[in-house]
Nanobody
Framework: QVQLVESGGGLVQPGGSLRLSCAASGGRFSILAMGWYRQAPGKERELVATTTSGSTTNYADSVKGRFTISRDNAKNTVYLQMNNLKPEDTAVYYC?????????WGKGTQVTVSS
């Protein structure tokens, strides 16, 4: 059983930056595919960015060039650096871990982009 705990959310002005962290425990982190998803009010959860165990990354078109996903296997942590934030980035951000058919979710962290 993999446990995921997100941190780093908050309120930021448009154009600002935040770094989200997701600490994993209970599994071999280095073999997990990790990802960040988000869900805005009234909308479905959507993929933001993913990184494989080999650190291959993938991004939603809406965040390409602004967000960067990275992982530190020594710290069992995945990060999401978010720059040039926009009001439409406002959502609850969830960390996800996948191992084969198994999928684990964190409880989420709120990101609000507003002036």
């Amino acid at each position: 059983q993999v446990q995921l705990v997100e941190s780093g959310g908050g309120l930021v002005q448009p154009g600002g930056s935040l770094r989200l962290s997701c600490a994993a425990s209970g599994g071999r982190f280095s073999i997990l595919a990790m990802g960040w998803y988000r869900q805005a009010p009234g909308k479905e959860r959507e993929l933001v960015a993913t990184t494989t165990s080999g650190s291959t990354t993938n991004y939603a078109d809406s965040v390409k060039g602004r967000f960067t996903i990275s992982r530190d296997n020594a710290k069992n942590t995945v990060y999401l650096q978010m720059n040039n934030l926009k009001p439409e980035d406002t959502a609850v951000y969830y960390c996800n871990a996948k191992l084969g058919l198994l999928s684990y979710w964190g409880k989420g962290t709120q990101v609000t982009v507003s002036s």
